[in-house]
Nanobody, 123 residues
Framework: QVQLVESGGGLVQPGDSLRLSCAAS????????MGWFRQASGKEREFVAR???????YYADSVKGRFTISRDNAKNTVYLQMNSLKPEDTAVYYC?????????????????WGQGTQVTVSS
């Protein structure tokens, strides 16, 4: 069983940066594939970024070059550094964990989810 708690969301202006954190409980965190997803009001949940157990990363085209996903296995934490934020990045951001040694861009492949953290980009 894995429990995930996100933090770091907030209200920022266009062009600003934020770093989201996701603290995981449970054993074997280092073996899990981790992902960030987001859901804007009235829209479906969409993939943002993922990192596998050896640090390989993959991004949605909409955030490539602006967002960076990373993990610190010693702290059981995964991060999402978000730079050059745009109003269209406004959403609830969710951290998720998939099976050990797995990775995916599909929400249905993730077994564990955090409660989400709100990111609002507005002038």
């Amino acid at each position: 069983q894995v429990q995930l708690v996100e933090s770091g969301g907030g209200l920022v202006q266009p062009g600003d940066s934020l770093r989201l954190s996701c603290a995981a409980s449970g054993r074997a965190f280092s073996t899990y594939g981790m992902g960030w997803f987001r859901q804007a009001s009235g829209k479906e949940r969409e993939f943002v970024a993922r990192i596998n157990y050896i640090g390989g990363t993959y991004y949605a085209d909409s955030v490539k070059g602006r967002f960076t996903i990373s993990r610190d296995n010693a702290k059981n934490t995964v991060y999402l550094q978000m730079n050059s934020l745009k109003p269209e990045d406004t959403a609830v951001y969710y951290c998720a964990a998939t099976r050990p040694y797995g990775d995916s861009v599909r929400p249905r492949d993730y077994d564990y989810w955090g409660q989400g953290t709100q990111v609002t980009v507005s002038s």
